[in-house]
C-alpha cells in the first residue's frame, strides 16, 4: 500500500462518519475520472476559487 493510501486509510477511521463519506466520495469520483482519463478536464482548484470569490464580490455589492 503506498503511503497515500496508508494515511487516507487511518484518517477515514478518524473522522466523523460524514466527513470519512464525503471523503470517500471524492475519492471514488477521481477514480472513475482517471479510469476515463478525463482528470484534465476538471478545473483547478485555484479556478474554482476564483469564480467562488467573483460571484461573493458580486453578491456583496
Do not use: G, H, N, Y
Not at 479510469?35 to 467573483?54: K, N
Amino acid at each position: 500500500m503506498t503511503p497515500l493510501a496508508e494515511t487516507l486509510d487511518k484518517k477515514l477511521a478518524t473522522w466523523q462518519p460524514e466527513v470519512a463519506a464525503q471523503v470517500e466520495q471524492i475519492v471514488a469520483d477521481v477514480i472513475q475520472l482517471a479510469d476515463a482519463q478525463a482528470l484534465d478536464i476538471l478545473p483547478s482548484r485555484t479556478v474554482v476559487q476564483e469564480v467562488l470569490d467573483t460571484l461573493d464580490e458580486s453578491q456583496a455589492r
